[in-house]
């Protein structure tokens, strides 16, 4: 048995085998960009028409290049840009319903209706009313406020018009009755 730290000489009797060659080398790879070291001045070119570029690699420890957006061809749809480097997308802004013209509209609905009921007309001012408020408080809800505004005027117009003629109907019937 031989100790495997004592060198071993080749054997008289076997046959020396020639050494293994070594690999060949590997081609030179470049080397990876220094963080910390500045890039060195470049000579000015010259100027190039304008083409969309993609934001730098940022520095370690420092803050991420802001995404340029690319020109965007008429009638493309617009992606929403995608969050960088872990930040969160930021919180849509709430927006208000527009209570006072959908109220509007609801009231005027109401009060079309009951005008021939003979209460629409006290839902057709509240209608107009609201509409009023909703056009001054809400100018992004135009259709909700521009219908309770129309059809307020139609239901107090249409209130008026069934009251006359009711009131002319009765006069006609108690003029007949007294006749006899």
Do not use: C, H
């Amino acid at each position: 048995m031989s100790d495997p730290n004592t060198p071993q000489t080749p054997n008289p009797e076997q046959p020396s085998s020639s050494p293994v060659p070594p690999p060949p080398a590997a081609p030179a790879q470049p080397a990876a960009p220094q963080y910390d070291a500045p890039a060195a001045p470049q000579p000015p070119t010259p100027p190039q028409p304008a083409a969309p570029q993609q934001p730098a690699a940022p520095q370690y420890g420092g803050a991420p290049a802001a995404p340029q957006q690319p020109a965007q061809q008429y009638g493309a749809p617009q992606a929403p840009a995608a969050p960088q480097y872990g930040q969160p997308y930021a919180a849509a802004p709430a927006q208000k319903s527009p209570i006072l013209s959908i109220l509007s509209l609801v009231a005027g609905i109401v009060g079309l209706i009951g005008a021939f009921f003979y209460f629409g007309v006290l839902f057709a001012i509240a209608a107009v009313v609201l509409g009023f408020l909703g056009r001054s408080k809400e100018p992004q809800a135009k259709g909700f406020w521009l219908t309770g505004i129309i059809l307020g005027f139609v239901a107090i117009a249409l209130e008026v018009i069934v009251i006359i003629i009711a009131v002319v109907v009765l006069a006609s019937i108690g003029s007949q009755l007294s006749s006899y």
